[in-house]
């Protein structure tokens, strides 16, 4: 059963293995995957319709940029942390404030983006 602070949660990111492992430090955290995007075409109509509190989105995915899906959630008001190898230097201009988990990141970091994003 999960506790009053937890959250459900869309994860973008192709990488299976960097997938599963986000998939176990949310779970130990509380939290709930409500779905995982491999695709930037997946995850837009998914950040459209599912019902979460935030996501997660690697910013490359499969060679894509995932900017658009953020576009969506923040439509939504939808919160999200971006996840990547190259830090705040990947992020566009639009996204200069967001939340940042520098691959690779351990459940600490990942707290503190959660924090972050509900503080």
């Known amino acids: 059963m999960t506790g009053p602070a937890s959250k459900r949660v ?3 990111e192709d990488e299976a ?15 709930e995957v409500v779905e995982h ?8 109509k998914l950040a459209g319709d599912c019902d979460i509190d935030f996501a997660v989105l690697d910013i ?7 900017f658009p899906v953020a ?3 923040r439509q939504r008001s939808i919160p999200f942390a971006f996840a990547t190898g190259y830090g ?18 351990s459940q600490a970091d990942l707290e503190g983006a959660i924090a972050q994003i509900f503080g």
């Open 88 to 105: 705040a230097e990947g992020l566009s201009d639009d996204y200069r404030d967001s939340p940042v988990l520098r691959k690779p990141y």
């Open 17 to 31: 293995l960097l997938a599963m492992h986000l998939e176990d430090l949310l779970s130990a955290l509380g939290h």
């Open 10 to 12: 869309l994860i973008v």
């Open 71 to 73: 576009d969506i959630l």
């Open 37 to 44: 995007a491999t695709r930037i075409d997946m995850a837009m």
């Open 60 to 66: 490359n995915v499969a060679g894509t940029q995932s």
